[in-house]
């Protein structure tokens, strides 16, 4: 099905069969590999994409419902060779070990952000990485990433 | 130095931030096919009829393997037989012993072609008698998996003195006896494993999987199943998503990917599901064991006994029978005084996926034991459990101390250690904490853990390839493989102290086998005093080269070499690493061999003190404080290591209060999905206090000792100790669920009442 969306700020039309999920469009189709697939019952958060600004699990979604929307996937955050604040204070917080959780990780930090700016307590923010599995950091960092992630957002 | 011992910040983050890592999966190759495992439903059953008529005659099939078909390649190898019953597992059975155990492997031009013709594959099964437990393997009269061992316990493993054991017990002021059981659990990585082969005719295999180390999965697959010569096999891993132990090891697909390529003569990728994973990784723990302290009437220990039970799982996994035994049986009694020692432990076939080494393989297995009974006895004899390990820890002037079981404890400062966590931990302001929780009607407990590691044990070398472009830029290739611990980053910091040269002029190359074929990987918290062990040799040697380099080209017999410059003494004559690279192309080039006579590992330690609140209406727990001082010796990047203890203490966690393989009526796995099986989430887990007071190790050029595995063996004593005095002392086992913990809760309710 022919399908128009804007996918990291460029405007594309696609032929895309319609079973196709975006995760899977992402991946195989547009080399965005970037997005990551950890479970197969919608439960890791590693394919997370932000839908007009929405954090959504690209693995629940059908690629042709996107027509006329805008997404953005990890590839698409930094710009000018500059980490976006989200990414830059995941490093500066050693908030990612293997790496594998952490595109879904960061795209799951700047929903927290959108929601709360700069303001969320490192307990909103643990409760609210419910649906974001990460099995090497213990999680205390990917907090006090997002914490100042968020902060440094707001004040940008 | 300027670079060890800081912080430094990791130098993979950026393309992993940006999407730039490239996982096994990730890889896109020009007519690439898929293939897809068909695996039993069944835990115990002959496949008595196979039908791929239908399967192989749908659109877009490319082939179809079953058994017979690769009946001439050779099973996974299992490298530590302490059984003299082999239990090879083929890439694919005709007998399955497992949920999971592979039938056949389809290749497709498409993923959903290849599923779809998995599902047409007709299979007429006859069902065998499953077994689901040890319990039930060893029961009189169960029917052996293994026909030609007799009986499902394969093995017993034993070290020490039984007899001394036995008389110091009998003799004893007081015996502490307790049966542990260690429950089964998934390592989980995030990323599921994959797979992605080439052939070509005159290069050979190119396998692109995740692993632990390139060169040792590609001298198995090689030599013992694919038996061919292993120059004809490259292995590359790229990013890897988690491996936790796990993905040291070689899966049927990864050989049954490089045989279709062959046959095909075009790619082939398997990508796993989670299913696949909770089905066919190996798991770990999965024990039981009857553990016994003896102590005088001062609490000082008299003896350690403990007989445990295995779980090997369906076949003897690459390490599995050495989990309990030579890898972590050994550290049982931990770093106390204990005069007489034996640990016995019996290797037992279940109809399960086979268990092997995770996280720490064998030594949280041993800590847990150790320091559940440690507790037990002080609530026994009315110790607090600070003083009885303070009375049994060894002092720094009992140090080197052979344990009893073949290893000796070198360096250290254990009661420093345990005294500077119990300050941490704010121990003075328990009751009153306690006491404001009462208040709310919730019971509060704490436990403690005093751990050992042995980090790094078994292997005596370590390689590192290193390399000086004409910019001077340094390039060093490991044999070890990070598999998220950031070993580029600590590397990078080795290498610029040792060269003096800056950090961004180094990199730091892993996982290709046609890059460097030597190495032993990343397994028992071994990369840093190993692979770092390697590029300090590896440095030193080209500095030596390119001495030898600069002496003819400065017409100079002594040479100096200071921050990447070579120069001759006494004169104002120089020449730089890149200039010396760009004249002699490859001259300074070469490998570096870190070896050191016999097996030496390094004996991380520390204390974990956790407190945990548990609201009696509902069985909900949570970890309410939890305080950590360790032992690592000198830290190379303090950032680094503080985030391995973090995820450490994550996965102990999850252990201790969610995670829980189960398998069923039928050896039925009931626990095959995240919607089964819980991990923990970001609230369910503590605020980590972590110090350190580091002893230099004794054994490394750098004084490092091992810390990828301490959090993790430290947090689940340490967690079920305080949960088990927030229950009065009342003995639960783990995951202490919540209905565990309200039923539990009921009954001391009751009993009080009454």
């Not at chain 2, 877009?60 to 078909?69: K, M, S």
């Not at chain 2, 723990?285 to 102590?295: E, F, I, K, N």
């Not at chain 2, 076949?315 to 049982?332: D, E, K, N, V």
């Not at chain 2, 503080?642 to 966690?653: D, K, N, R, T």
Request: net charge negative; with cysteine; aromatic share 6%.
């Amino acid at each position: 099905m022919q399908t128009r969306l804007t996918l990291n700020g460029t405007a594309r039309e696609l032929d895309i069969a319609p079973a196709t999920l975006l995760v899977d469009l992402l991946r195989d189709d547009l080399a965005l590999t970037g997005t990551h697939v950890g479970c197969d019952t919608s439960q890791c958060g590693a394919c997370n994409v932000l839908i007009d600004g929405v954090a959504v699990k690209s693995c629940t979604v059908l690629a042709v419902q996107l027509d006329g929307a805008e997404i953005t996937t990890i590839e698409g955050l930094a710009s000018d060779g500059a980490l976006h604040p989200m990414q830059a204070a995941f490093k500066e917080h050693h908030g990612l070990q293997c790496g594998f959780c952490t595109p879904g990780m960061v795209i799951a930090g700047l929903d927290i952000a959108r929601r709360h700016g700069g303001s969320a307590s490192r307990e909103t923010i643990a409760h609210e990485l419910e649906g974001n599995l990460c099995r090497c950091t213990g999680y205390q960092n990917i907090v006090s990433a997002i914490e100042a992630g968020s902060k440094a957002m707001q004040d940008a | 130095m300027k670079f060890g011992g800081h912080s430094v910040k990791r130098i993979e983050d950026e393309r992993l931030l940006t999407g730039q890592g490239r996982y096994t999966d990730d890889i896109q190759l020009p007519g690439m096919a898929y293939g897809v495992t068909l695996r039993s439903p069944y835990g115990h059953a002959r496949v008595a009829a196979i039908d791929t008529a239908a399967a192989r005659a749908m659109p877009g099939v490319l082939a179809v393997y079953t058994a017979a078909d690769v009946a001439s390649y050779g099973g996974i190898p299992c490298i530590v037989p302490l059984s003299k019953v082999p239990t090879p597992r083929p890439l694919l059975v005709d007998t399955v012993r497992f949920v999971g155990d592979g039938i056949a492997f389809v290749v497709a031009e498409t993923r959903e072609a290849a599923r779809a013709a998995a599902d047409a594959i007709e299979v007429d099964f006859d069902e065998l008698p499953a077994i689901a437990s040890i319990d039930e393997a060893i029961a009189d009269g169960a029917p052996p998996i293994w026909p030609e061992a007799g009986s499902n316990d394969l093995f017993l493993w034993s070290k020490g003195d039984a007899a001394a054991v036995d008389a110091a017990i009998a003799g004893a002021a007081h015996v502490t006896r307790l049966r542990i059981v260690q429950n089964r659990v998934a390592p989980t990585s995030m990323e599921v494993r994959a797979a992605v082969a080439e052939w070509d005719a005159d290069a050979g295999f190119t396998l692109h999987a995740g692993s632990q180390g390139v060169a040792g999965m590609r001298a198995q697959l090689a030599n013992a199943i694919l038996k061919i010569a292993p120059e004809q096999v490259r292995v590359v891993t790229g990013d890897v998503g988690g491996g936790f132990g796990m993905k040291s090891f070689v899966y049927a697909e990864y050989a049954l990917v490089m045989i279709a390529a062959r046959d095909l003569g075009r790619p082939v990728k398997w990508t796993g599901d989670r299913s696949d994973a909770f089905q066919t990784d190996t798991h770990g723990r999965a024990m039981v064991t009857d553990g016994t302290l003896a102590l005088d009437a001062d609490g000082k220990f008299l003896a350690l006994k403990a007989e445990t039970w295995s779980d090997l799982g369906a076949y003897q996994s690459t390490f599995g029978p050495a989990i309990q035994t030579m890898a972590g049986g050994t550290i049982i009694g931990g770093v106390y005084r204990i005069p007489a020692i034996h640990n016995a432990v019996h290797g037992v076939i279940t109809n399960t996926a086979p268990v092997d080494a995770y996280r720490g393989a064998g030594r949280p297995e041993s800590a847990y034991t150790m320091e559940r009974l440690v507790e037990a006895a002080a609530r026994e004899v009315g110790l607090p459990v600070d003083e009885i390990r303070r009375r049994n820890l060894l002092r720094p002037d009992e140090l080197p101390h052979a344990n009893g079981l073949g290893l000796t404890f070198d360096v250290g400062n254990y009661p420093a250690v345990l005294d500077k966590a119990v300050q941490q931990s704010d121990w003075a302001g328990f009751a009153a904490r306690k006491a404001e929780a009462a208040r709310r009607g919730r019971r509060y407990g704490r436990g403690l853990c005093y751990y050992v590691e042995i980090a790094g044990g078994g292997g005596t070398e370590e390689f590192a390839d290193i390399r000086v472009a004409a910019d001077g830029r340094v390039e060093a290739a490991v044999g070890t493989q990070s598999n998220g611990q950031g070993h580029e980053t600590a590397y990078s910091q080795v290498l610029a102290d040792k060269l003096g040269i800056d950090i961004e002029r180094i990199s730091i190359v892993q996982g290709d086998t046609v890059r460097l074929d030597q190495g032993h990987g990343t397994g028992g918290s071994r990369s840093l005093v190993w692979g770092g062990g390697a590029c300090l040799v590896a440095a030193d040697e080209l500095i030596e080269r390119g001495k030898a380099l600069a002496a003819t080209d400065l017409d100079a017999t002594d040479i100096d070499y200071e921050e990447g410059v070579f120069r001759a003494r006494g004169t104002n004559r120089s020449t730089s690493l890149a200039e010396l690279a760009a004249k002699h192309p490859q001259a300074l080039d070469g490998r570096g061999r870190y070896t050191i006579p016999k097996p030496s590992p390094s004996w991380p330690n520390g204390c974990h003190v956790a407190e945990v609140e548990l609201d009696p209406a509902t069985g909900m727990v949570k970890v309410a404080r939890y305080s950590i001082v360790d032992d690592f010796g000198v830290l190379m990047n303090p950032m680094l290591v503080e985030g391995q203890v973090h995820g450490g203490v994550a996965q102990g966690l999850g252990q201790v209060l969610l995670e829980n393989i189960v398998y069923g009526e039928g050896a039925q796995l009931l626990t095959g999905s995240f919607m089964d099986y819980g991990i923990p989430r970001a609230d369910d887990m503590p605020h980590i206090e972590f110090d350190t007071l580091g002893t230099p190790s004794p054994n490394n050029p750098l004084g490092a000792k091992g810390c990828g595995e301490a959090g993790t063996i430290g947090a689940m004593p340490s967690i079920m100790n305080a949960i088990i005095d927030a229950l009065d002392g009342t003995q639960i086992e783990m995951p202490a669920t919540p209905e565990k913990l309200w039923r539990v809760c009921r009954e001391l309710a009751v009993s009080r009442a009454a």
